[in-house]
């Protein structure tokens, strides 16, 4: 009896024990990633279907048949168009990539190239569903994680939106202002909140992050015009000059304007207050007040707004950058404009 269990002590065998117990774990991972495989290729395969009533592109179509290898050519072609504004040929050109493609990874790449495109074109829902199915897929692409944080905030889901951004933490992407731009517009969306907790937890986050000013400046404006006075001496508005402008006389308040040399120069260029004798730095504001004390009235200011990363311009008032995406580096540009009096005109 001694000698059986001997025998089963022989180094030998527990060798030929060991190397069998990894020769099964291997077989079952190689078995278990092939069925994973397959269940990525068929899942991304299915999903791709629900777009082909797009249509396909017809010369990428027959290129991609005539020569396998040329997939890296078409996707340039299908860029060009995407960055000339035709999204709908870039869209076409990228589903008859798909159709062509088998491996999962160089899917998923085309997947988000075509979900930047329908983001550009503005189908919103298509896209989401588009970067939820890469990431079904490859949950840790971080591309892919922030195209859908600024999908989420272009449907205002400001809420889902900070669900992407715990992900992005955990893969060292710097969402810090991110985080507390969507929890701003949380405050300001949510139908839960009173207008007087709104407007305290607003001032909270503005004492937290004074980059944060226009969004929660505009809202004070336009519904709490008490406190939005009380704390606007304290704020910095020569980037946010339009907010000020617009806001219409009888909002203003005349003690918080003489505390501050700034508000003065603003309203005595508006009108709405005497001629304010010291000089102004910008420009416009000291044309406008030269005007006003010359007796003529039919001047104005419009505003531009550039963005201060990349320089670009645009027409109206922006969070987010159209162009780079960067948040909350835009700024107020103001441009003099001619009143036309139109009250003696005749439509005849």
Not at 59 to 78: G, H, M, P, T, Y
Not at 97 to 118: A, D
Not at 209 to 229: E, G, K
Not at 259 to 266: A, D, G
Request: charged letters at 30%; aromatic letters at 12%.
């Amino acid at each position: 009896m001694d000698s059986f269990f001997i025998d089963y002590r022989d180094p030998l065998l527990s060798v030929m024990v060991f190397f069998l117990i990894v020769f099964i774990v291997s077989l079952s991972t190689m078995f278990w990633n092939s069925i994973e495989k397959r269940k990525k290729e068929s899942s991304i395969k299915k999903f791709a279907k629900r777009f082909e009533h797009s249509g396909l592109d017809d010369e990428a179509f027959w290129a991609l048949n005539i020569e396998k290898n040329c997939v890296d050519r078409v996707a340039f072609l299908a860029s060009i168009y995407e960055r000339s504004g035709e999204f709908e040929r870039a869209i076409k050109i990228y589903l008859s990539i798909l159709e062509h493609l088998k491996n999962p990874k160089e899917k998923s790449e085309i997947m988000e190239r075509l979900g930047k495109s329908y983001f550009q074109a503005g189908f919103l829902h298509r896209s989401r569903d588009i970067f939820l199915e890469v990431l079904k897929n490859f949950p840790r692409n971080k591309e892919t994680l922030k195209n859908l944080l600024l999908v989420y905030e272009s449907l205002k889901e400001f809420k889902r939106a900070l669900e992407i951004i715990e992900p992005l933490e955990e893969l060292g992407v710097d969402v810090s202002t991110e985080r507390r731009y969507f929890e701003c517009k949380s405050v300001i969306n949510d139908p839960f909140l009173t207008n007087s907790q709104r407007c305290e937890k607003l001032c909270t986050i503005l004492e937290e992050d004074i980059s944060l000013l226009r969004p929660v400046a505009i809202y004070l404006s336009q519904n709490c015009q008490s406190l939005f006075w009380s704390i606007s001496s304290k704020l910095d508005f020569s980037k946010a000059i339009d907010i000020l402008w617009q806001i219409p006389k009888e909002k203003i308040d005349k003690k918080t304007i003489n505390r501050s040399e700034f508000f003065m120069q603003i309203y005595s260029a508006k009108g709405y207050i005497d001629d304010y004798k010291e000089h102004s730095n910008i420009f416009e504001i000291e044309t406008l007040k030269a005007i006003n004390r010359c007796g003529v009235k039919n001047g104005d200011l419009d505003f531009e707004f550039i963005c201060n990363e990349c320089k670009n311009i645009f027409p109206l008032s922006f969070d987010r950058c159209p162009n780079c995406h960067m948040l909350l580096k835009n700024e107020a540009l103001p441009t003099l404009r001619r009143i036309k009096c139109e009250e003696n005109n005749s439509l005849l």
